[in-house]
């Protein structure tokens, strides 16, 4: 769902991919796994696109309540 959120914060900043991934810099193909949410941005990547994106860390972070109905280690 982190990948989902910085998409929506590129767009509503109104970036391209290709323009994030060039600021960052990473590989466009990397930003393009992460936005999907095939694999997750380590911490430092995170701050990188936040900067990117002049925004806070937190804001692409979801909330934990949108979190919550796809949390499985909650079923054990």
Avoid: F
């Avoid at 910085?6 to 060039?22: K, M, P, W």
């Avoid at 949410?37 to 804001?59: F, H, M, Q, R, S």
């Amino acid at each position: 769902m982190i990948g989902a959120q910085i998409r929506e914060v590129r767009r509503e900043r109104g970036l391209s991919g290709d323009h994030l991934a060039h600021a960052i810099p990473l590989d466009r193909a990397h930003l393009g796994l992460i936005e999907t949410g095939k694999i997750a941005p380590n911490v430092k990547t995170l701050v990188k696109i936040a900067a990117a994106l002049e925004c806070e860390v937190g804001d692409l972070i979801p909330y934990v309540e949108d979190l919550l109905p796809h949390a499985d280690w909650l079923e054990e």
